[in-house]
């Protein structure tokens, strides 16, 4: 079974998060106790019986907070901020912080195999964690202790056990911080890409200064407008708004959205007239969005009448994008899998499969008529309809 972080995501966990950091606000506040010495933590909580306050309830000892601690918690919040929306902000004290982390080296609330705990405390004022972890070296910090850390400040940005269940043998800490088995390499000490899906889909993408950030090329991925003017880009944990942002960069690519995104979608007037038609052209044939110029080009092409819809897919078929798609040696049975793919998105079902394949090998249709028989195709249509915002 291959690991999936919406394993990670457990509502009233979120929500407690959530309501730590505030309604429509996107900083989260810590603090890094270096006290040395032992002090007395308070629990704060909500129960049907009211706001409860244990005073100094919790013994806590640190013998060694050394700045290497210090230095890799920040670092951890710097490397975090760039990538989700939340922002980290540290404070010199714990009055008013969200997340106080304290390295301890006895606390009165562990249990024999504890190593770290992230509490929850509640007031009428506002919700807030403590996350205690066990320094288990004397000198330095080893990566069973940075693992628990990040474990440990993962519960508190909103992450749970996968399925509530961290001794899940199935995973180990490479496939998410929150599990308690050692990874194959040892002890993990950074979230996993499925840790930081979670993450990303608890709190959003970075997306301040109007840029937002994506790891692979352009044209891996879809976009989207609603029928009410919003747009919006498909990524692993779903559509995610671009509407109000300026510029999104890919790997191979920067993209304006007003101009490279919204500028396609305008030029769109029907699913089912030339603009539609085309739009689903650039997808059937070369798997990517339009550009707004290319797309302008044929679409005013086929209006003026100087080239018919036939004529554009023979030219597509020819283009060198074409060919570096598809292959220009493929065999039918590959060419109409991977129409499948490219443009249903989907399996080829052993009919249809059937259907095309005796329309090639029989000659019946060339390679150019197949394509434009799925992209016209009622199923294409129909996604296409979603795509654009007509629905
Ligand atoms: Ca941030
Ligand atoms: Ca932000
Ligand atoms: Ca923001």
């Given at each position: 079974m291959v690991f999936n972080y919406e394993l990670l995501l457990k509502k009233d966990h979120i929500n407690f998060a959530k309501d730590a950091v505030g309604d429509n606000k996107e900083t989260l506040t810590f603090f890094i106790d270096n006290y040395i010495g032992t002090q007395y933590l308070d629990r704060y909580y909500a129960s049907n019986l009211g706001y409860t306050h244990n005073k100094n309830i919790i013994k806590i000892t640190s013998f060694d907070n050394t700045l290497e601690d210090e230095i890799f918690i920040r670092e951890l919040f710097h490397k975090l901020d760039k990538i989700i929306d939340l922002d980290f902000i540290e404070m010199s004290?714990?009055?008013?912080?969200?997340l106080d982390i304290y390295s301890i080296?006895?606390?009165?609330?562990?249990?024999?195999?504890?190593?770290g705990m992230s509490i929850k405390q509640e007031t009428s004022m506002g919700k807030w964690f403590d996350v205690l972890w066990l320094s288990t070296s004397e000198n330095n910090l080893n990566s069973f202790d940075k693992n628990t850390i990040i474990h440990e400040v993962g519960h508190s940005i909103g992450l749970s056990h996968p399925n509530d269940d961290a001794s899940d043998q199935r995973w180990t800490t490479e496939d998410t911080i929150m599990s308690y088995n050692k990874g194959e390499n040892g002890w993990d000490y950074w979230f996993s890409d499925d840790d930081i899906y979670a993450l990303k889909k608890i709190w959003g993408r970075e997306n301040d200064e109007g840029v937002m950030s994506f790891n692979k090329n352009f044209d891996e991925y879809k976009f989207y407008k609603s029928n009410d003017e919003h747009y919006s880009i498909k990524t692993k944990i779903g559509k995610e708004n671009i509407t109000d942002i300026k510029n999104l960069i890919f790997v191979d690519k920067t993209i304006n959205v007003e101009k490279d995104i919204e500028g396609v979608f305008d030029?769109?007037?029907?699913?089912?007239?030339i603009t539609g038609k085309m739009f689903r052209l650039y997808n059937a044939a070369f798997g990517r969005f339009p550009d707004a110029e290319g797309l302008k080009y044929w679409i005013t092409m086929n209006q003026t009448k100087e080239n018919t819809y036939r004529q554009t897919c023979s030219s597509f078929i020819i283009s060198n994008e074409f060919i570096s798609k598809y292959g220009d040696l493929v065999s039918n049975q590959l060419y109409i899998n991977t129409l499948y793919s490219n443009i249903l998105e989907r399996e080829a079902d052993k009919d249809g499969f059937q259907y095309w394949l005796s329309q090639l090998d029989l000659g019946v249709e060339s390679r150019g008529e197949v394509l434009m028989g799925f992209s016209e195709s009622i199923e294409n249509i129909g996604l296409s309809r979603e795509v654009l915002g007509f629905i």
């Open positions: 004290h714990n009055n008013g912080s969200l080296s006895y606390s009165s609330n562990f249990t024999e195999n504890t190593v030029q769109i007037t029907g699913v089912e007239d």
